[in-house]
């Protein structure tokens, strides 16, 4: 074997490294947008001083719920995020309480940027088709939340539930922001999440490591049941 052949051998396997990993700073830098903001409460919007806050609300189609995780790519830190709209539940007010909060995500139809990211999260990480969705179950009730029947109040209460992941229940506490805009109450918030608490296989494959927690975030949206 030629010592010039060795040479242009090495000289080949160079020029593939620095495409593969040039190629990959450039899509990440260049042509990749930006992962999208952090789930949170909109601007507010005009509507009724005061409503009857009373009653039983529900989740529009507006609401959206996803999963945000960091990832290292070929050496690059990405932030990756999926998200789906496909969220409905309710949620009961009564006087300044409110209670019997229940959210249930279709995690079949969660999708980020990347198609082949997708594929990975809908079977060997999330098993959709076993696991189909996620979920949130209210245990104790919240008080303070009178406020809400005026027109742009914003509080910030703590939510104590059952929440489901993979077949995987635990109990956990989060805060919950919320915002009465109009005629709808919005609440949006982020709740931590380690992997392997909820049995979710290691994410990290071939050149992609991956965090071994993430963060589930969300906006919901709730209009009065007529």
Not at 77 to 91: I, L, Q, Y
Not at 107 to 113: C, E, I, L, N, Q
Not at 129 to 158: I, R, Y
């Amino acid at each position: 074997m030629s010592r010039k052949w060795l040479l242009g051998f090495g000289a080949l396997i160079l020029a593939l490294l620095v495409l593969a990993f040039g190629g990959t700073w450039l899509y990440l830098n260049v042509f990749r947008d930006d992962a999208p903001d952090t789930l949170q409460l909109p601007d507010q919007t005009n509507g009724d001083a005061t409503i009857e806050l009373d009653g039983r609300w529900v989740v529009t189609p507006e609401s959206m719920a996803g999963y945000r995780v960091d990832e290292i790519l070929f050496g690059q830190a990405v932030t990756a995020v999926g998200r789906t709209s496909d969220v409905s539940g309710s949620v009961e007010f009564d006087g300044d309480t409110a209670r019997g909060l229940s959210v249930v995500v279709d995690m079949t139809s969660v999708v980020s940027d990347e198609p082949n990211r997708d594929q990975q999260y809908r079977t060997r990480i999330m098993d959709t088709e076993m696991f189909p969705t996620s979920q949130f179950e209210q245990t104790d009730a919240v008080s303070g939340v009178e406020a809400l029947a005026e027109n742009g109040a914003t509080l910030t209460v703590p939510v104590r539930g059952e929440f489901t992941v993979r077949g995987q229940t635990q109990t956990i506490e989060v805060d919950v922001d919320l915002q009465r805009s109009g005629d709808v109450v919005q609440a949006a918030g982020s709740i931590p999440i380690v992997f392997a608490d909820y049995g979710i296989p290691e994410p990290s494959i071939g050149a992609i490591s991956v965090d071994d927690n993430g963060v589930v975030e969300f906006l919901i949206t709730l209009e009065k049941d007529s």
